[in-house]
């Protein structure tokens, strides 16, 4: 179609640059349906997409999140499944349609403590941390400290993942030794088959 869409403007007074009606936002008010194009180089929530899990690493320890403390951090302890049932902590994977073409699913992290979600993200000094609040529907650009590649570790293992941070190109979620806990961290590595490297995520 020819013609420039303004956002927020009606449709019946606009012309759309896009045949594809999975590249719009639409919302509506008042019985009038407005449409806005979505941005490029943006990654967007799918909705209803999202999946609660549990992470473990290659030892098979599972993920634990203290997202409320002072220096929020999450580690890798050995559970049993009593333990893990009782844990008031949730960790959820939330996809998202990235405009760019790169390898892997882009994903976000949460946490949900009670009545509160906290998200997780990546800091410019190669640490993670946990921030209170959800997902965000949208996020512009091509980087973003919430967002993750989620690729399959290896051909034929069917359950285990990696994740590289789509902020620090080259860093992927590691479980590592830290003062006597095996923290979840961030790692830079160009080795693909780094076993520290390996999640195994299964649905909780």
């Given at each position: 179609m020819e013609g420039q869409a303004q956002p927020d403007q009606p449709a019946s007074s606009c012309t759309l640059t896009t045949n594809n009606l999975d590249e719009l936002f639409?919302?509506?008010?008042?019985?009038?349906?407005?449409?806005?194009e979505w941005q490029t180089d943006s990654f967007r929530k799918y909705e209803n997409n999202n999946l609660q899990v549990l992470f473990e690493n290659s030892l098979n320890d599972t993920l634990v999140v203290y997202p409320d403390v002072r220096e929020s951090y999450a580690e890798f302890r050995s559970q049993?499944?009593?333990?893990?049932?009782?844990?008031?902590?949730?960790?959820?994977?939330?996809e998202y349609r990235d405009t760019s073409f790169r390898e892997g699913v882009s994903i976000a992290i949460t946490v949900q403590k009670e009545s509160k979600t906290y998200i997780m993200y990546c800091?410019?000094?190669?640490?993670?941390?946990?921030?209170?609040?959800?997902?965000?529907?949208?996020?512009?650009g091509v980087?973003?400290?919430?967002?993750?590649?989620?690729?399959?570790?290896?051909?034929?293992?069917?359950?285990?993942?990696?994740?590289?941070?789509?902020?620090?190109?080259?860093?992927?979620?590691?479980?590592?030794?830290?003062?006597?806990?095996?923290?979840?961290?961030?790692?830079?590595?160009?080795?693909?088959?780094?076993?520290?490297?390996?999640?195994?995520?299964?649905?909780?």
């Open positions: 639409i919302k509506e008010e008042n019985g009038i349906f407005y449409f806005q049993t499944m009593q333990e893990r049932h009782k844990d008031t902590c949730k960790v959820n994977i939330h800091r410019t000094d190669t640490t993670l941390g946990f921030k209170e609040g959800p997902a965000p529907l949208n996020i512009l980087k973003s400290e919430y967002i993750f590649y989620k690729r399959t570790f290896s051909e034929g293992d069917v359950e285990a993942y990696s994740f590289e941070s789509s902020l620090l190109t080259g860093y992927f979620l590691a479980s590592k030794e830290e003062n006597g806990l095996r923290k979840l961290s961030l790692k830079r590595s160009q080795d693909q088959v780094d076993e520290s490297l390996r999640m195994i995520v299964r649905d909780n």
